[in-house]
């Protein structure tokens, strides 16, 4: 089965916003064994909508179009669907309904423009898009089938796995069950995860192994179709359980966890609290664990300086450099001022120079809780956004190591000394 995804938008046609979209859907249909041919993006431009869906009907067996279901004068998938397929627009009343209590839920009244998203092709099938307000449909031009979503990634993503795919894998009379294990790792690079990892498609026909490098993470992905649940699991497990053994401690989160879900996990069931102490990443460790729910209740302190001597003084010690013995002296001291079990400081010195991939940064991590202190200390490469990032991130994968009982210094890939 031949698949086009269709991208429509102004913003998206003038490269103002990047189109991750395409890329997640093109993604997650190829990890199901479903083939993209074509991929299109259109302005917000009737004449030109009507002639991609007339092309894509052309050339494709199934169209997943993403984009132009909101309120909006601009929003004109509904419109231009309708036109294509040769039938008028129609109130769809359930989701109208729907709307309005969307809105009421939220004591505001629905804007009259919103009744526009409840307009739809005669005789199309109904999408639900179960936390928006914009309506999917699939509706049939000419020889193809049309699925319209919406352009709001978290919306697009939940209607795609759990609508869309379904339905296309059984247009394409494969198996309608499949699965996506994936490994969130830090500290290996994807050539030697290739290597570690190269026989694993071999020990179970039909399991696909990927690699998505995003740095400073890798993602190791295993994707398999199969007939049922129980046989995608019995199929599945013993190839999971080789992926952590080979991969191991490089391991930070599994699925749709994160390495700072797990940090606040582990702490939640140790009954602990933290406290952090940065230079140079601007806070991103504490944006990091602020950004998962709950985390409030664990968070007792962040302090953010670019200078030693001020952030060493904050927490009441003396320290003019960024130095390992620095990081140490931080990490406890904001232990005992704030109260929390476990306190991490990460200190970045940065050489100077133009940015450029042979700028570096020393990095000294120190950790405190109740066993104690332990610094890690790591040189990397690569420019500014290269050092901040990877500080980040192994500031908090050295306070899981440390959380896990694992070993804090162990050497990461792009490590230099």
């Not at 199934?62 to 397929?85: C, K, W």
């Not at 190839?239 to 940090?263: C, H, P, Q």
């Not at 120190?366 to 202190?373: I, K, T, Y």
Request: one cysteine or more.
């Amino acid at each position: 089965m031949r698949i086009e995804i269709l991208c429509t938008g102004d913003e998206i046609l003038t490269g103002k916003t990047i189109n991750t979209n395409y890329a997640h859907m093109a993604q997650r249909l190829g990890e199901a064994g479903l083939e993209v041919v074509w991929g299109t993006t259109v302005g917000d431009d009737r004449a030109s909508l009507v002639s991609a869906f007339q092309q894509a009907a052309a050339r494709a067996d199934a169209v997943i179009v993403n984009g132009g279901l909101g309120p909006t004068v601009d929003d004109l998938s509904q419109e231009v669907a309708a036109e294509a397929a040769g039938v008028p627009l129609v109130l769809h009343e359930e989701w109208l309904a729907r709307m309005e209590a969307f809105y009421l839920r939220r004591n505001r009244v629905m804007p009259a423009n919103n009744r526009k998203q409840a307009m739809l092709p005669q005789g199309c099938e109904f999408i639900d898009n179960p936390i928006g307000t914009a309506c999917g449909f699939a509706v049939s031009i000419d020889k193809a089938r049309f699925y319209f979503t919406p352009g709001v990634p978290r919306e697009m993503k939940k209607m795609l796995d759990e609508q869309i795919m379904p339905r296309l894998l059984a247009r394409a009379g494969t198996p309608g069950v499949t699965r996506l294990k994936r490994f969130h790792s830090f500290g290996i690079g994807e050539s030697r995860a290739d290597e570690m990892l190269s026989d694993i498609e071999a020990m179970a026909p039909g399991v696909k192994l990927g690699f998505q490098a995003h740095y400073p993470q890798l993602e190791t992905k295993l994707a398999l179709r199969g007939a049922t649940t129980a046989e995608l699991d019995a199929t599945l497990a013993p190839l999971e359980a080789e992926v952590r053994k080979r991969l191991g401690n490089f391991i930070v989160a599994e699925d749709t966890a994160s390495l700072e879900s797990v940090v606040l996990d582990r702490l939640r069931s140790l009954g602990g609290s933290l406290a952090v102490a940065e230079s140079f990443t601007g806070g991103g460790i504490a944006a990091r664990l602020l950004n998962v729910a709950g985390a409030e209740a664990l968070f007792r302190r962040g302090v953010v300086s670019r200078d030693a001597a001020q952030l060493a003084a904050t927490v009441g010690v003396a320290g003019a450099d960024f130095s390992p013995a620095l990081a140490e002296q931080v990490a406890r001291a904001l232990r005992d001022q704030s109260g929390a079990s476990h306190a991490v400081a990460v200190l970045v010195t940065l050489d100077e120079g133009a940015d450029g991939m042979q700028i570096g940064g020393d990095i000294n991590i120190g950790l405190a809780d109740a066993g104690g202190a332990v610094v890690r200390q790591a040189r990397l490469l690569g420019g500014r956004d290269w050092v901040r990032l990877g500080a980040v991130e192994m500031g908090l994968d050295s306070l899981r190591r440390r959380l896990l009982g694992l070993p804090v210094d162990e050497r990461l890939d792009f490590e230099r000394r």
